[in-house]
């Protein structure tokens, strides 16, 4: 399923702030279908349920209740690596980690509909994620970001424009360390959007956060 989203792409990751205790009762379950009602009233065009700690009952309770959430509007749900629960729960897609079972394979078992993301950490990674049947990657870190030092330095501008130069009209999204003010040099430097975890953690600023990176592609043109 190719992406047929105007550029600048978003991409909310959910935090992550889940546990292995966590229900449909809990405050961090409704925190999260609370950021992904915003989200889909902000516009951001892609949502990955990034909860790795959730037993598969809840992860599929909450993926349920996200689908209610995205149904009908330009959202897309993505759910981080369980491809079978996200086609289980009706999202949109999966996103494959470098752990992940490679994305020729999803698409082999889960047909040409569903989307698959992939998060990548080098060109090597980039290129086979894309030759494997990705309909987008995530290229990072770029920036310094805690989240992500298990994948050692920032990666910089240059290597990311060094990808998108060479990957052209295949969807590039930046991810790490990315904020309003160091979002455009990642468009100038070719990607098709960003992706972020803490840059659209506050629910009730995502409006803005998008309304801002929107009109970076606008001013880049």
Do not use: W
């Not at 609370?34 to 599929?60: M, Y």
């Not at 998060?119 to 994620?129: G, L, N």
């Not at 805690?146 to 050692?152: A, F, N, T, V």
């Not at 990808?163 to 009209?169: D, E, G, N």
């Amino acid at each position: 399923m190719a992406l047929q989203f105007h550029k600048p792409i978003l991409y909310l990751i959910t935090p992550g702030a889940s546990k292995p205790s966590t229900t449909s009762k809990s405050p961090e379950f409704k925190s999260i279908l609370t950021q992904v009602s915003a989200a889909v009233a902000a516009g951001i065009d892609l949502i990955q349920i990034r909860e790795k700690n959730l037993s598969p009952r809840v992860l599929f309770e909450l993926c349920e209740q996200a689908v209610r959430l995205t149904s009908g509007t330009s959202t897309r749900l993505l759910v981080n690596d369980r491809s079978d629960i996200a086609a289980g729960a009706g999202a949109d897609g999966a996103h494959l980690t470098t752990q992940s079972i490679d994305a020729g394979a999803i698409r082999k078992t889960f047909g040409a509909e569903l989307l698959i993301g992939a998060s990548t950490h080098s060109f090597d990674e980039a290129v086979a994620a894309r030759d494997g049947g990705a309909d987008f990657i995530v290229f990072g870190p770029i920036f310094e970001t805690s989240s992500k030092q298990e994948y050692g330095a920032p990666l910089g501008l240059e290597t990311l424009s060094a990808v998108t130069s060479v990957f052209r009209s295949f969807p590039v999204l930046a991810l790490g360390g990315i904020t309003t003010t160091n979002a455009q040099d990642c468009l100038s430097a070719g990607a098709s959007g960003i992706a972020g975890i803490s840059l659209f953690s506050d629910h009730t600023e995502l409006a803005v956060i998008a309304g801002l990176i929107k009109r970076m592609e606008l001013i880049k043109s």
